[in-house]
């Protein structure tokens, strides 16, 4: 993964330029990233803001050979490889918040967006994009008007980008193998072990629906696992707050 290579100076988004491509036929492993997006995007159509240079920005075009239902594991697989590489290259060990947020000191220091299309219940091609504050500041952090933290302001130096994309392909690799193969409950004792919400009360909004119980586990599928006061649920959408 990680083949052939796009790099960018100045893009809408790579996950829209990447799905672009993707239509296009670019292949499985195709890697795009940039120095800078006018239009980057966050899941439920929020925006994704970063100063120019400072961010690791990328997406990954998957060709699975998958059911569509665990397409979105390919989510958890993404925030698993960047806190693998992460810990590798900084030693800092972020935490997962389900589904595609990694966080830090209890604010949002990376997140991912996962996009696919399908043709006659078929996946096609997945788009993985991520977003992971490296080099931003204080001041660049406050401007992106949600709490944020980054690489820089947790250790108080900058960080190689170039380094740590390869540390997250590296890991990607060997990630999406097990993924794809089969046994995939390494990946979620891996996944719980990272969260930052197992254990915790929380409650899911997904539009006008809210479901509120105790974080349990994630499914082999990546759904998140709830237990309510009278049931458990299995949750495949939604945006978590901690309760407790
Ligand atoms: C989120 O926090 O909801 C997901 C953020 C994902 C941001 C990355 S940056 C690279 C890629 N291109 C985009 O437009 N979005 C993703």
Known sequence: ???????????????????????????????????????????????????????????????????????????????????????????LEPKIKWPNDLYLSGVKLAGVLTEFASRAEQVEYVVVGVGLNVNLSRQDLAEIGSPATSLLSETGRSWDRARI???????????????????????????????WLLGKEVSVRDGDEVKTGLFKGMAADGALILKGRTKEMLIRHGDVTVLS
């Open 165 to 195: 994309l390869a540390a997250v392909m590296r890991n990607m690799n060997g990630l999406y193998e097990t993924f794809t193969k089969g046994d995939r409950r390494a990946l979620v004792a891996e996944y719980e072990a990272r969260s």
């Open 1 to 91: 993964l990680g083949l052939p290579y796009f790099h960018f100076e100045d893009i809408d988004s790579t996950n829209l330029e990447a799905r672009r491509r993707a239509e296009k036929g670019v292949p499985h492993g195709a890697l795009l990233a940039t120095e800078y997006q006018s239009k980057g995007r966050g899941r439920l159509e929020r925006r994704w803001i970063a100063p120019k240079g400072a961010c690791l920005m990328f997406s990954l075009v998957l060709r699975p050979k998958l059911e569509m239902s665990l397409v979105f594991g390919l989510t958890n697989l993404a925030a698993l490889a960047v806190c693998r590489a992460l810990e590798e290259i900084t030693g």
